[in-house]
């Protein structure tokens, strides 16, 4: 996947909050979100659920696939309560991608 430097997100730059509009899960622990500017991003959560505990669970694929979009598209949620907000998540996307390079 690539991406151009203008669909980095920076909340400070932005009029109006970002949601999703959509989530899939690809496999545990890693999902497909599109977002309302139309930018679509793979999501590894891997390295959140290694470091924190209300995240740990999330690496049975039978919790982590519970995932559902709520508060009008702010934030995900699973099974378990644990959610994560529209802003981080994009936040999170975005340095994934630097990371490997492809921004």
């Given amino acids: 996947m ?3 430097v203008d669909e980095i ?3 400070a730059q ?6 999703i509009l959509r989530v899939d899960v690809v496999q ?4 497909k979100v599109l977002f309302d ?5 793979n999501v590894d ?3 959140l659920i290694a470091r924190s505990k209300w995240f740990r669970n999330l ?4 919790t ?3 995932v559902e979009v709520i508060n009008n598209g702010r934030a995900l949620q699973w099974v378990t309560g644990v959610d994560y907000c529209a802003d981080a998540l994009r936040i999170m996307a975005d340095e994934q991608l630097r990371d490997k390079g492809t921004v």
């Fill in 2 to 4: 690539t991406s151009r």
């Fill in 9 to 11: 997100y920076d909340p």
């Fill in 14 to 19: 932005h009029r109006n909050f970002i949601h």
């Fill in 28 to 31: 545990t622990p890693v999902i």
């Fill in 37 to 41: 500017d139309g930018v679509e991003r």
């Fill in 45 to 47: 959560f891997s390295p």
């Fill in 59 to 62: 690496d049975v694929p039978t």
């Fill in 64 to 66: 982590f696939e519970t």
